[in-house]
Structures are given as structure tokens and as C-alpha cells.
């Protein structure tokens, strides 16, 4: 090998690395000259928290809410959703700030496009998502309102809470965090977050009125303000023809008896109980539940064929009885054709006869003739 291509080579070798030891110093030089410094409460606190980057909190990220509740004062430690008081806890610990009692909140779904029946204006063709079919004419249902179906909630949830069943949202009240994830994503704004403790639930979303509503859902709110006027305590308001019940209020006075749910002429305000799923999917549940009961009362139906079935050796009976008798009936033929072998008896008796008669023309042999020489037989 020729030894001045060796000598380049090294020389290369050596100036490259010259040259990446000086931008390797000046980097450092810059870092130690322009570093940032960071309270290491965020660290902490960022440590703490569950990492759901949900942004129920409302802030972009575990990190942007870990950092604000460090060197904000006015950002409570408790505001992660996921976390709930545990985190709460850990978080007011290390940022020696004072926890305030969060209420539970729970994603809820206003809309009953299946028991309203509502039907189509076209049919989507597309990317499956929610946002890219209500570009389309605002979605394939006639109700403008009604949920989509299309599951951009479902990929919204960091907690696997909603599932998509026959075309619908289901919300699992026990997984689901109140972080709005999904309330954010909704391009319908179906999806509500509210207190775990509500005591009525709207689930329409529609701003149609009266007949508008009925021409395209069986179960709609029609908008008549009727709770709006009947309800004691003020919780209900009616914004943009849309139906909202404060619940904070309304929990105030449980001694309304429900009033709005009494009076609400199409029965769509529901009244809900704790620890309720909040399941959109309560009266296709019921219906098949009535199914079942229906199924599992056919057999009690056929008791009758059953009892009928049970009545049937009676009458079976009779032949039996009939059976018993036959060997009686029987004995009859016996006799009767014990009786026929007395005809058989005179013939047999007639043919004695007729062979005595036969008998009678030769005339017997006496005795003492049977001893008789041959030529005396001869001469007689």
C-alpha cells in the first residue's frame, strides 16, 4: 500500500475530528451560556401526574398543566381528570397549594337518533370520521343535530370509555373521567360533559322547533319551554332553542318532585339515578330485555299442549279398557267356534252312520259259520 494515501487518509481522519471537537466545545459553551432554568417542582409534578395528555385539564398536555400549576397560583392541583383526588393530593403537596373538592363529571350523550327513528337524506361515502361526513350536507341524517356515529369520539377517549354499538356512541360512565376529550371532538357538539350527580338529562341536541323536529325524530325535543316555565328552582334555560339544566342548582332543590319530567309533553326529559351509565342505549336494552321475557314465556304458553299432553294417556285409557276386555270378546269367537265343532261332530257322526248303513248290506257272518269248512260256506 503506498504510504501517501495512508498519510491522507490520517490526515482526513484528524481534521474531522478537530472539527467536531470545536463544535463539540462551542455547543457546550452555548448550552451552559443560554441555558434555561426550570423549577424542579415541574419534574415533580410531571412525575406525578397519570401522562394521559387528555387535555381535560385544559391545558396542552400533562407537561403545559404541569408547569402552570407550578408557577401559576391560581391553577388548583386538583384539575386532572384522570388522576381525580389521588393525583389532586400528590399534585397540592408538592406545589404547597390548598385542594379544593373537584365534583365528579361524566360525558354524556344528547342524542336518540335510533329511537327516534331518524332517517336518512343520503348516504355517506368517505374517510370514517364524524368531521369528514358533516362536510357533507352536515351528515347523512335529516336531523342536522343528530350524531354522526362514525366513532371520532372513540379515538378521542384516552380511557377506551366509549364504544360505537348499532351506529351509536355508548359511554361507560365507570371509565369515563369527564376530561371532554370527546366533547371537544364532536363536530355535532352531541357529547356533554356534566355533574356525575345530575338528577335529569335532556338527550336532544336539536334547535328545531315543533313540526320541524317531529317530521324527522320520533323523540326530539320540540323546544315548547315548558320545563323552562314549570321548573321551581330556575335550572332550566332555553339557549338558542337548545334545553340546559344546571345541575348545580337543580340538585339544590330535590324537593321539586321532578315537575320538568312530569310536564314535558313528548316525555324526553328522563330522570336519571346514581351511579346511573348514562346509557343512550337504556330503551333498546329494555326492548330486548322484553324480547327475552317474551322468548322465555313461550314455553309457559305450551303449557296447555303440555297439560294436554299429560291428559292424553286418559284417553288412552279406554283403549286400554278395551285391550283388558279384548281377551272377554275373545273368549266369545272361542266359544262360538267351539260351538262350530258340533256341526263338525255330526257330520263326523254322519259319516259313522253312512258306513253302518254300508255295512248293513252285507249281511254278518254268524259265528259258527266263520268256523264252517270252505265247501259248507260254498253250499249256503
Known sequence: MDMELVQIA????????????????????AAHRFKVETNPMIDEVLEALPKANCGGCGY????????????DPNVAPNLCFPGKEAVGAKVAEITHKQLKQVENSVARVRCRRQDGHVSHKHYYIGFDSCAAANIAYGGPSKCQYACIGMGDCVKACHFQAIE???????????????CGACARTCPKQVIEVQPADARVYVPCSSKDKLKDVKDVCEVGCIGCGI????????????KDNKIYIDAHICNANPDCGMVCVQKCPRKILS????????????????????????????????????????????????PAEAAKDAPKQAEKPAEAAKDDTKPADAAKDAVISAETAKDADVQPIPKNEETAPESEKATA
Do not use: R, W
Request: proline letters at 6%; hydrophobic letters at 45%.
Open 227 to 238: 320545563c323552562v316555565k314549570v321548573c321551581p328552582a330556575k335550572a332550566i334555560t332555553n
Open 271 to 318: 330522570a336519571v339515578k346514581q351511579n346511573d351509565s348514562f346509557d343512550i342505549f337504556a330503551n333498546i336494552k329494555k326492548n330486548a330485555a322484553n324480547q327475552a321475557d317474551k322468548s322465555s314465556e313461550k314455553p309457559a304458553k305450551s303449557e296447555k299442549p303440555a297439560d294436554a299432553a299429560k291428559d292424553a294417556p286418559k284417553p288412552a285409557e279406554k
Open 60 to 71: 396542552a398536555g400533562c407537561e403545559g398543566y404541569a408547569q402552570a400549576v407550578v408557577e
Open 164 to 178: 360505537i354499538v348499532n351506529g351509536m356512541p355508548h359511554i361507560n360512565a365507570l371509565k369515563c373521567v369527564g
Open 10 to 29: 490520517l490526515t482526513g481522519l484528524a481534521l474531522l475530528g478537530c472539527i467536531g471537537l470545536f463544535f463539540g466545545i462551542g455547543l457546550a459553551l
